[in-house]
Every structure is written in C-alpha cells, then in structure tokens.
C-alpha cells in the first residue's frame, strides 16, 4: 500500500496516515480562514509539511501529486513574494500554474470581480489562490464559483491563513516542539499595527487554537476597535513583555498611518514600539524573532536584529513554500490520488 | 367598494364596508345594502382596511440611476407595499436642488402607482456648501428638505438653513452622520467590524450629529426631523428633547430592529447600509423608541441597487437595501405593537411629518380622499427577491417568513392592487 501511495503522490508515506488525514479534510473545500481548519487541522497541516519540507531538499524538488491540476493565482492586489510561494508550491506538485494579476483599480473600469473570477473557472481549473485588499473578497469568490477550491491568501486586513500556518510551522520546529504538544504554554507577542493587519487576526487563531498565550503589544490606535472574542491580552510596554516570551512576532508598519492620525512620527513608533538592538537584548537567549516581511529595516525591527541569531524570517520564507504544497496537497489532491491507493 | 373588513384608522377600530366614487370615500357604513351594477368591490373579509401608507425616506433613483429603479418601478413596489404615497429622497442625478428637477419627479409622479412627494436638497448639488433655493422649491409643494445620503457636516450652515427654513414652513430632515469621524466605515464600529477587518463607523458619527441638530433646534426654533436612527443613544437624546419641549421627530427603518452587524459575517454586501446595521441592544433601543413613541414613523430607507453593483468588494460596494415591499410585514411579525401602532407608525404620523394629512393618512370617513391600504394581518408568506417589483433585488430578506401581507392598495380611488397583484 505504502508503494502505491508513494507513487501516486510522489510523498514519503509511511511517517503519515494520509487516507485518515484526507478523511478528515474532505469536507474542507477551501482554505478560507483559519477557523476553518481548527486546531486539528492546522496539525495536519503542519505534518504534512514535514514531508513537503523533505521533498523541498531533494535534487529535484518535484512530486507528481498534482499533475493535471490547474491552480491559478489570482491576485487583485500586488504580492510579488506571497504569489510566487503559492506558485513554486504548485510547480513542485506538478500542477498547472496560471497567473491573472490586475490591481482592483482597473476592475473599477469595467469587468467586474464576479465575471472576472467566473471567466477564470470557466477556462477550467481546480483551485484559484485569491488575494484582494478587500476584507471577505475570498469569501464573495467562493459563494459565486461552483467547483474550484478557493486559497485565501490574504483579504484586506482580515485574513492570510497561510501565513499563519507557515508561522505556526515555523515556531514548532524551530522551538523543537512535540507535534502533538501544538504550542500549548508558549508566549508569544504580536507587535505593532494589529488593527490593519491580516496576519495578526489568523495568527491570534491559529497561535491561541494551538494553545499559546498571546499578547498584542501596540500603541491603542492601532489596535482593532473592539478586542472582545480575542483570547489575548494587550500591552503597551513592549519593554516589560519581551524577557517573558518564547516568540516576538514584528508587524510591517506603513508609512502612510501618520496621515490618519494613528501615529506622531516613524520616529516616535520606532521609540516606543520598535524591537531595536536595546529591547532584543531584553529577550531570553532562544526567543524567535519573526516577522511576516517585507521588512521596514529601522522602523518596526533594527536590521542587525533582524539578521541576528534568534531570528527566523529567512526561514518563514521557505517554509511558506512547503506550507503551500501542503494546502494545495489536502484540498486538491489527496482525495484523488488516495483513491488510487 | 370595500367589502367586509375592519376599518383600523386614527380613530379606533370597527367593522364597515367603504364605498368609493371619483377617488373619494362616499360612505363608511356598518353593511353597505345594494351596490350599483358595475361597481367593483374588493373582498376584505378578515382583512383589516387603513389609510394608506405613508413612507417617509424612499429612494427612487429617478433621474440619474434608472437601471437601479424607476418612479415608476419604485412606486409599483411601493402600491404593493401598501403605501399611497412616499417622499423620494434627493440624492439623485443630478440631485433635486432645484425647481426644474423637482418639477421633473413631480411630472413622473403624477403616473406612478403611488403619489411621489420629492424632499428637496438643503444644499446646492447636496455639496454642504451652499442653501439650495428652497423657496422656490416649497413654492412648488416641497415640505421636506434633506441633503440625505450624506448629513450637513458644518455647522453654521445647518444653523442658516434651519433658520431660514423657519419662514417657509417646511421641515429639515438630517442624515446623522459625521463624516470624519464615520470616516468612511463600512459596517458599524464594534466587535464584528474587529473580526471582520472591515473599517467600521462608530455609534457616535450617528450620535454627534444628533446632539449638534438638537442644539441647532433649540437654538433655531425649527422642525426637524430625524432620518433613520439607529442607535440606543440616538434615540435616548430624541427621547430627552421631546421631553423638553423641542418640535422634533424621528423615524426608525425595518432593519435596524430586525438584523444586526453579525449579518455582514457573510460578506454579503446586501447587508451593506447606512446607517450600517447596528448590535442586538440597539434593536432593543429601537424597539423600545416606537413603543414609547419616541421614534415617530417606520420609514423604508429603501435604497435599490443593481447586481452588479453589489457585486463588488464589500468595502467598495455601495451602502442600501429594498424595503417598501416587506416594510409592513416586518412591522407585524417582528414588533410585538398591537396593529392600530403599526399603522400610526406607518401611516398618520408620518403623513403628518411630511405635510401630506390633507391626502393621506386618514381618517376612514365619508369626503376624504381614497387612498387606502388592505391588509390581511394573518396572511403568512415568505420573501422572494426575484418576484420584486423593483427594478434592484438588493433585498436583506429572502427566504423569511412574515405574518402580514397587502391585499389591495387604492390611490384616489383606484385600485392599483388587487389581492396583492400590480393592476398596472
């Protein structure tokens, strides 16, 4: 069976149940948000990328698992690294990639987003990775489209649930952490513009469903309006919050919140909030740093902190990829090829 | 002639038949005994009969945005509603900030299925910069003025139209909204806004201007009237100014006391509106202000849009939702009013507020004209978006079941709808 199974997907078997896993995922058509998944879940998911994370390392880092699949990447806003992660994890799945890329201000012209993602299931593909700078665009796509599994990679400040699940993969394994242990115990805090971030809201998911206790460490104009539901707590004081942690995770700060009244100055946020050489020194010798990039060297984190030893947002980077054959792998392909098995 | 129902109107409750001849009630008798041959007669039996209904903030669309709505469309809907007539809201294109457009949706007025009152901009193009020329406007019948849409954000110019308003005899109706501190939220401030990653708009963008109009009031000395409110705040201060004497009104639209901001975890923009779709204790609030009588009037918000407008991004598609045609049945079901109140709130009272009781509103008496409303309180249906008269299906509602529903509509006589069907 494990022969079989190897052949179909191209993946080292024996270390997973993939027909008990698939079992499990079956009904989850679309990686929409964190919540979809839950904690077990999100620990499929982080096991399955172990296997991923090998396939990665060898000389031709390429699985059969996807072939005749076709993912297109569908990006309304501009990510030039988020899309090219999905797009290598589909590739290294042997699925068809195709790109659309427009910025929402050229929709406004004329076709609208409703016509312009049927078009795109009309030319025949199984998954569409969408990002949009409006919050629950992924949401509105997957309730107009019949048939293609929908990939949230990141709605406006709501969601990127794939960067949660890279993040989360990272901090197990960087912190040597037990699979089954998830990260039950461990502190960690999310600093800076928490209010405008989608990677905070689906890290403060998957962070808090795998048991960690999470603390939001930012200045109260740039915290969402209203924490009630959030099972976290706050801070302002970054200098007291960082000796406790197991992990401090540095949002991008843009520039533009000056110009709405969030914030004096770049200067006064890196004063009061950024992680310089000062404050890194106030972590415990094996804290991570991480951060979900592209990095503001000087304004949110120091660039020698960004590069010294604790850090890991090279390896958040990589691990993105296997992250995403991961996802790609559970809506798309394991049902199929776990048939052949 | 209206045959075997019970006569709800301002002045109690009683059964009676209504004989009706050149758009006038000619009698209103226990049992009507012969009927002239030819005369149509319309069944009533179970039904309750009611002067028509009166809404107070419709919005037409006409001219400008006809592929959302028509006078004509708008007002089909409105006759199956119930209504008989409603105050089409200015924020057209080009806005009705003059005699001439004015005149316009007027001239299609007088062919709809409904009389079609327009409410005049407060200022020229609703800009907030300058007084539109509202007395060549109530010259030609306009007795509300709104810049609706969007509220007048300074101050002193809302104090000079009040004040010069004041001599015209006509009333000021606002959209509460401060727009730097709304900022352009899409959904109510709170909770699911914070989950959702949607900007939201507090409770207090409604609520500063509810107190600055309060002031202005009291300083001015005019009537206004309040658009749509919509928080627990908002109506504790309406609340507080009637006690003190102040010559204002409020109404309240059907849903802000049947769905809150939970709705929009969908990321259903049919669920887009302003003022945006508030928390469980505000619907309380603003139950509890048709109640007590704070709020004044049930009005509509109806705000039609297309398809493919509301097929955009949450964030980008445009804020409103149908409402003439469930509005009544919504009142029935969801507010536990005995039905005389529902009918106040959504006939005589705000025909009252718009300066229409010569024509409507009642009362159910021989001279007055015909404009009446059958309602079969205990009809149970379920709404259907595609099955709207109105040209938009941006309805919040498919799928609920109501207790309540229009069997015939008559305007000036005539019956525009028959056991719930348009006659034209």
């Known amino acids: ?168 993969y990272t901090i197990t394994r960087k912190l040597g952490l037990a699979p089954e242990a998830g990260l039950s115990g461990r502190r960690i805090a999310i600093v800076g513009d928490i209010r405008h971030s989608r990677v905070a809201r689906s890290d403060v998911l998957a962070f808090t469903a795998l048991g960690a206790e999470v603390t939001l460490v930012a200045p109260p104009t740039l915290l969402p309006p209203s924490l009630a539901g959030w099972p976290v707590s706050v801070s302002h004081d970054l200098d007291r919050v960082l000796p406790t942690l197991d992990v401090v995770y540095v949002l991008r700060l843009q520039r533009e919140r000056m110009l709405e009244a969030l914030l004096p100055s770049i200067r006064e946020y890196t004063a009061t909030y950024g992680l310089t050489r000062r404050r890194a020194a106030l972590l415990e010798e094996d804290a991570l740093i991480m951060h979900p990039g592209p990095v503001n060297r000087g ?40 048939a052949v098995a | ?153 300074d101050s002193r110019l809302m104090r000079r139209a009040m004040e010069y308003a004041s001599a015209l005899g006509v009333t000021l109706a606002q959209h509460c909204e401060d727009a730097s501190l709304a900022g352009g939220g899409h959904m109510h401030e709170g909770e699911w806004s914070s989950r959702l990653g949607l900007a939201g708009q507090p409770a207090e963008a409604e609520e500063l201007m509810v107190m600055r109009d309060l002031a202005l009031a009291r300083l001015t000395g005019a009537k206004m009237h309040f658009l749509h409110l919509s928080t627990a705040r908002s109506l504790a201060m309406i609340r507080g100014a009637k006690h003190s004497g102040l010559a204002v009104t409020a109404e309240v639209a059907p849903h802000h006391f049947t769905l809150t901001d939970e709705c929009v975890a969908t990321y259903d923009s049919v669920y887009k509106v302003n003022p945006p779709l508030r928390t469980a204790g505000d619907i309380e609030a603003v139950k509890e202000a048709l109640a007590d009588g704070t709020a004044d009037a049930i009005a509509t918000d109806h705000a039609p849009h297309t398809a493919e407008a509301k097929e955009a991004p949450f964030d980008q598609a445009p804020p409103g939702m149908l409402g003439l045609e469930t509005a009544l049945g919504l009142a029935l079901t969801e507010l536990d009013l005995p039905a005389e109140r529902v009918f106040a709130l959504m006939s005589w009272q705000p025909a009252a507020i718009a300066g229409l009781s010569a024509g409507h509103g009642g009362p159910v008496e021989a001279g007055r004209p015909a404009n009446l409303c059958v309602v079969d309180p205990d009809e149970m249906w379920t709404v259907d978006p595609s099955a709207s008269a109105s040209r938009s299906r941006n309805n919040p509602y498919a799928g609920r079941k109501l207790r309540g529903r229009v069997r015939h509509t008559v305007l000036h006589g005539e019956p525009v709808v028959i056991d719930g069907e348009a006659q034209r």
């Open chain 1, 299 to 338: 304004v949110e984190i120091a660039a020698e902190v960004a590069d010294q030893p604790g850090s890991v947002i090279t390896a958040q980077v990589s691990n993105g990829v296997a992250v995403r054959m991961a996802v790609l792998f559970l809506l798309l392909g394991s049902g199929v090829d776990l």
């Open chain 2, 1 to 153: 002639m209206i045959r075997g129902g019970r006569i709800v109107d301002p002045g109690g409750s009683h059964p009676a038949d209504v004989l009706i001849q050149d758009g006038v009630i000619t009698s209103v008798t226990a049992t009507v005994g012969s009927v002239p041959a030819g005369t149509v007669v319309l069944d009533a039996s179970g039904c309750l009969v009611t002067p028509g209904l009166v809404d107070l903030h419709t919005h037409l669309r006409e001219p400008g945005r006809e592929e959302a709505e028509t006078v004509e469309t708008g007002s089909r809907a409105a006759a199956l509603g119930g209504y008989t007539a409603v105050v089409a809201m200015p924020n057209t294109e080009p806005a009705m900030d003059s005699a001439a457009v004015i005149r316009q949706v007027q001239h299609l007025g007088a062919s709809a299925l409904c009389d079609v009152h327009p409410a005049g901009a407060i200022t020229v193009g609703r800009e907030g910069r300058m007084l539109a020329p509202m007395a060549e406007m109530a010259a030609l019948g306009v007795r509300i003025f709104t810049d609706d849409g969007s509220g007048v954000q």
């Open chain 1, 1 to 168: 069976m494990t022969d079989v199974r190897e052949t179909a997907t191209g993946l080292p078997g024996a270390a997973i149940d993939l027909a008990e896993m698939a079992g499990r995922h079956r009904g989850h058509r679309h990686l929409l948000s964190i919540a979809d998944l839950g904690a077990e879940g999100i620990t499929d998911v982080l096991r399955l990328t172990d296997s991923f994370v090998e396939v990665s390392r060898r000389a031709i880092p390429k699985v059969p698992a996807l072939r005749g699949k076709t993912v297109v990447s569908v990006f309304f806003e501009d990510s030039t690294r988020t899309r090219l992660s999905f797009e290598t994890a589909a590739r290294r799945l042997s699925a068809d990639v195709m790109t659309f890329s427009a910025s929402s201000s050229s929709l406004n012209k004329g076709e609208s987003l409703k016509d312009t993602v049927q078009t795109i299931q009309a030319m025949g593909v199984d998954g569409l990775v969408v990002r949009h700078s409006g919050s629950g665009v992924p949401w509105q796509v997957a309730g107009w489209l019949d048939g293609p599994s929908v990939i949230n990679a990141g709605d406006g400040w709501h969601e990127h649930p794939t960067q949660a699940l890279l993040d989360c």
